[in-house]
């Protein structure tokens, strides 16, 4: 019996390559890898029209042999602590935003706020040659800090800020913060101010050291008034510590959380419990998470600009990562004392 002649592949059936996408718009293939990177040597007009032919083919960018001729693949690790913290999900669309345009994607890693868990997320990442690092903060173990140094991968760091030689960051001063919004509340007459955390995370116990520099130029610290909970901040918590704080002491007239998510809690418990705020007791929270200027009464809090830092350093990397040199290499941008009727 003859061979059943071979059926024709169609194109969806068969790869589409750069040679592909270089003959549909009768360019080199250089040219549609330089165009489809979003490369500044081409022209826009030139960028969209090989855009449109590759969307057209359905070409998918391989990655994997980009990575191996240019020793550097067009993913950007960026590690946080947290995804269920609003704030972190704000800086990661801000990043996002950011890289896109420019043809690179995010490989996002979560470390629980463990450096174990951080390390071996590095561990992983820097194996498939990101082209650059955004991290968060500056703590975490002497093996993690090794495997940054020798990948040589671009790296800026996030919600803090460094003079240190060499280090790149977009943040501001966690505790200047803190200080400022306990300086407010005894600007108001308080000073029986406790300070309510969890957590622990190094941001909080440096508002924690703000909170103390205000109240001890104030002649007024307690270190009995620090309710520090290592576990997860939540509505609940607040609304816990709360309770607890008022009734070892009755004398609190003040009460600052490290997040408002734990501020939120305790409005909640002064409305159950009949305590009026600000009359009783002023709350004070940080970071002007959703729903604060919404409470009963609206959360007194720190806005703190995670949008604006996701950008700054999303730029900041890009620059690096184009070899650029960058005239500022630490970003401060600052906090917002916002003032509402909680306190």
């Known amino acids: 019996?003859?061979?059943?002649?071979?059926?024709?592949?169609?194109?969806?059936?068969?790869?589409?390559?750069?040679?592909?996408?270089?003959?549909?718009?009768?360019?080199?293939?250089?040219?549609?890898?330089?165009?489809?990177?979003?490369a500044r040597n081409v022209a826009p007009e030139l960028q969209a029209r090989v855009q449109a032919a590759a969307d057209q083919l359905g070409y998918v960018p391989n990655v994997a042999a980009r990575a191996l001729a240019s020793a550097r693949s067009s993913h950007v690790a960026v590690l946080i602590p947290?995804?269920?913290?609003?704030?972190?999900v704000e800086l990661l669309e801000a990043v996002q935003d950011a890289l896109s345009p420019h043809?690179?994607?995010?490989?996002?890693?979560?470390?629980?706020?463990?450096?174990?868990?951080?390390?071996a997320l590095l561990r992983s990442y820097l194996s498939q040659r990101?082209?650059?690092?955004?991290?968060?903060?500056?703590?975490?173990?002497?093996?993690?800090?090794?495997?940054?140094?020798?990948?040589?991968a671009p790296c800026v760091y996030l919600m803090e800020t460094s003079a240190d030689a060499g280090v790149h960051s977009v943040g501001f001063s966690q505790r200047d913060a803190g200080r400022a919004i306990v300086q407010h509340l005894l600007q108001g007459g308080r000073r029986?101010?406790?300070?309510?955390?969890?957590?622990?995370?190094?941001?909080?116990?440096m508002r924690l050291e703000?909170?103390?520099?205000?109240?001890?130029?104030?002649?007024?610290?307690?270190?009995?008034?620090?309710?520090?909970?290592?576990?997860?901040?939540?509505?609940?918590?607040?609304?816990?510590?709360f309770e607890d704080l008022l009734a070892r002491h009755p004398d609190v007239d003040a009460i600052f959380y490290c997040n408002d998510d734990l501020a939120q809690?305790?409005?909640?418990?002064?409305?159950?419990?009949?305590?009026?705020?600000?009359?009783?007791?002023?709350i004070a929270g940080f970071n002007d998470l959703g729903g604060s200027d919404q409470m009963l009464p609206p959360l007194t809090t720190v806005r703190t600009p995670r949008r604006e830092i996701g950008e700054r350093a999303a730029?900041?990397?890009?620059?690096?990562?184009?070899?650029?040199t960058v005239a500022e290499r630490t970003v401060d941008l600052g906090f917002e004392l916002v003032v509402r009727h909680s306190s």
């Open 1 to 38: 019996m003859a061979d059943a002649p071979e059926r024709p592949r169609s194109r969806s059936s068969s790869h589409v390559t750069l040679d592909d996408v270089a003959r549909a718009c009768g360019v080199s293939p250089i040219t549609v890898s330089r165009a489809l990177r979003g």
């Open 103 to 119: 043809g690179f994607q995010s490989l996002i890693g979560v470390t629980h706020y463990d450096p174990k868990q951080e390390e």
């Open 192 to 205: 029986r101010i406790a300070y309510a955390a969890g957590q622990l995370d190094p941001r909080v116990m």
């Open 265 to 282: 809690g305790a409005l909640l418990a002064a409305l159950r419990t009949g305590v009026s705020v600000p009359q009783r007791v002023a």
């Open 82 to 88: 947290s995804l269920t913290n609003q704030l972190f």
């Open 315 to 324: 730029s900041m990397l890009l620059a690096l990562m184009r070899g650029e």
């Open 130 to 152: 990101p082209a650059g690092v955004l991290l968060t903060g500056f703590d975490r173990s002497a093996a993690a800090v090794q495997m940054l140094e020798r990948s040589n």
């Open 210 to 241: 703000g909170y103390r520099d205000a109240l001890r130029a104030a002649g007024c610290h307690d270190p009995a008034l620090e309710l520090l909970v290592p576990g997860p901040t939540s509505m609940a918590l607040g609304g816990r510590q």
